[in-house]
């Protein structure tokens, strides 16, 4: 069976939008990062484009998205191999393991954002609760001194 090989823009733009959600990045927060630490000017339509391999990239632009993303361009420029019965079902059997344990790190990464994000409501419930000491103790040492003259 033969199929069209994608381009090299269509396979970098998917591999983007994979790193971008495995960080749970919107393509608008994905564009600010890459003018934030490159300097690139890219909008979210031209990260949407760029994903759906419908826009061409600019050397610059791939070498930041490579290193904002971690990235290894030289293993996305590539050539994918066509593959045996034998290397066929091996590849098949990885992908499902790879899939299993990405799966895993995701609830896991979605398990310890959830535990962070309680441990810090909590502590700006107890920072809140000693700034409020602080204050009232404030006023009751200013009362005190103004009252004695100090």
């Not at 919107?26 to 890459?34: D, I, P």
């Not at 990239?57 to 904002?68: C, D, G, H, T, V």
Request: glycine residues 6%; proline residues 1%.
């Amino acid at each position: 069976m033969t199929h069209k090989d994608p381009s090299a823009e269509a396979a970098f733009g998917a591999q983007v939008r994979l790193a971008r959600e495995a960080r749970q990045w919107t393509q608008e927060a994905l564009a600010r990062h890459l003018r934030e630490t490159s300097g690139i000017g890219m909008d979210q339509a031209a990260v949407a484009r760029l994903e759906g391999g419908k826009r061409s990239i600019r050397l610059n632009e791939a070498s930041a998205l490579a290193k904002l993303l971690g990235l290894d361009l030289q293993a996305l420029s590539s050539v994918v191999p066509r593959l045996t019965a034998e290397e066929y079902e091996e590849a098949k059997a990885s992908l499902e393991e790879a899939t299993e344990k990405e799966a895993e790190a995701a609830s896991e990464l979605r398990r310890v954002k959830d535990e962070l994000e309680g441990r810090i409501v909590a502590l700006n419930v107890e920072r809140r609760h000693w700034s409020t000491q602080m204050w009232r103790f404030g006023q009751m040492i200013a009362e005190y001194e103004a009252r004695n003259g100090e």
